[in-house]
């Protein structure tokens, strides 16, 4: 049962493939599959599209929506009408999936980072900045009012107390002391005004440049990369239609046909390879992985890496920033204020003819506590690490997915060329086979000039009564 079941998917495949790449439509049924076919990819254009759009530019659902699906109706009729077009829309979707769709989901991420972590990172320093502003100005208030406030009052009681003891009865002595404080901090003012516009202007001009850089990650990156994969398909179309010898490695199906003709025909075959051309000619399809598919991945995911470990970096300093300034709040709210104590002793002594006849002393305190950093200046960190970590992780699983797949994507690219080109894949195919025949007529040639390379060098050959061996001596004597 499972034998049959696959047969029935092999055959529908087939069936499939052969109205895609043909659009032969001889009955009703296969008018409706060609059809249900062709919507199915336009309905992966289609939501490329409401992606861009809704993501984007913010449009509306239903905007979105409604131009998504009349761009889905238009591209239906025209997969369903036109042989190129359906070649060129499959070869597009191929190519999102490659190296330029890498770099657009690359380009992705990395505005993703900027705009998120990046940003909140340079919101976090600025709060700092705007701690120790705010924590500088409440100092200069405190200077401004408590010491010079206590001093004030320390000075009044000593007036107070002047005159108390001045005050003898008999005799009274009047003392003036007039205290009024004069603060000189017009200079400190202006240079925490001026600083305070400086923070402002600076935060603004990098606010526009977070602005700029999601402005184009988010509208013009995706319409450049689409504008690239249309211009990089185009080209490949275009050399792999009129250039033989581009990417022009593969062992496909066709290339199998053509050596069995030649091989019927009495003509030179190449088939099976040997091991130094299969390693150089890749057969497809085929599930194994050879060195240069290997390789393949490999280019891939240099890049990929690259950027990843810049995520990566940018987002553990965000957390890092977070971490720090959560830290230093903690502690900063375990300090208690430290208090200046100054305290005044007033010793009043009454004698009478010298002799001690009563004494007062008086005790006023003018201590005041001041504290290291002011609760309303402690700085409240933000980490946006939610928002950027889960996309850019699927991006980056997205990202793994297409790099195992790219040595693949490239033989579906040269497959289904070559089901819609067959003209020019046919003699791609003569041209590849050429040229492995030609290099296999070399060898012998190469095999007689290794050989005469050899006597050449040899010594023996050219004098061989000088060189001979014992053994031979040996066998000419008996």
Known sequence: MARNCKQSLMKAWSTVTLLYTSGH??????????????????????????????????????????????????????????????????????????????????????????FWNMKNTYQNLQKIAQSLLCNIQKKKELLDVSPLDNYVRMLKWIKKQLKDFSDLGVVKFETDLRVWPELRSKETREKLEKAKETMKEIEKNVQNSFDVVLSVGEKILPFMGIILVLIVTTLFLKRFAHNKKYKNKFITRKFVEYDERQKAEGKPHVLPLTKKEAKRYITIPSANLRTGEVSTMVTFFVPVGIQVLTW??????????????????????????FSIPIKMTANSESKFLGIHVSGNTKVADFSYSVSLFEKECVPEPTLMLSNSVIPVSMIAVVLVILGLLSSKLVQLQSLVSEEFYTDSASERVEHLHAKIVRKRSRKPLRALKNTLMSFGKNKKFWFPILYRTKKEEHLQLS
Not at 85 to 102: D, E, I, K, S
Not at 316 to 336: C, P, S, V
């Open 25 to 114: 439509k001889t009955g009703w049924r296969y008018v409706l599959l060609h059809l249900l076919v062709c919507f199915a990819v336009s309905l992966l254009l289609s939501l490329l599209l409401h992606t861009i759009l809704f993501f984007s530019f913010k449009n509306d659902m239903v905007v979105s929506g409604g131009i998504t699906a009349g761009c889905a109706i238009a591209v239906t009729t025209a997969l369903f009408l036109s042989r190129r077009v359906r070649c060129f829309a499959l070869l597009f979707l191929v190519a999102c999936a490659m190296r330029q769709g890498r770099n657009l989901l690359l380009m992705a991420g990395t505005s993703l980072v900027i």
């Open 312 to 337: 990566l970096f940018l987002i553990g300093l965000d957390g890092l920033l977070y971490w720090i300034i959560i830290t230093l709040n903690k502690h900063l709210a375990e300090l208690e204020p």
